[in-house]
């Protein structure tokens, strides 16, 4: 059974920082993309950042860019957020997502609640 586990969001202060964390079971983790993605109320879910199998390469949203940055560790099988100088547009449901390409394999977390408020 595939689950993707989030971990990490909360309330906090705009200029703040938090780190989300994506603990992964069931799957062979270092085969997989491992992205973030957001939603809020009314819009549409957005990539927010991506990392290749390897962690060799990442791609980041521009309105993320400069403020957040992915990591992942295959030997712990979790993939990392780390978002600072965040702002009430950071707002939303963070999802992560594994994909596998060769084996059309995509699967969703849950989702973790960030908030930026004063």
């Known amino acids: 059974q595939v689950q993707l586990v989030e971990s990490g969001g909360g309330l906090v202060q705009p200029g703040g920082s938090l780190q989300l964390s994506c603990a992964a079971s069931g799957i062979l983790f270092s085969r997989y993309v491992m992205s973030w993605y957001r939603q809020s109320p009314g819009k549409e879910r957005e990539s927010v950042a991506q990392?290749?199998?390897?962690?060799?390469?990442?791609i980041h949203a521009d309105s993320v860019k400069g403020r957040f940055s992915i990591s992942r560790d295959n030997a712990k099988n979790t993939v990392y957020l780390q978002m600072n100088s965040l702002n009430a547009e950071d707002t939303a449901v963070y999802y992560c997502n594994a994909y596998r390409g060769s084996l059309r394999a995509n699967y969703w977390g849950q989702g973790t609640q960030v908030t930026v408020s004063s």
């Open positions: 990392i290749a199998t390897d962690g060799s390469s990442t």
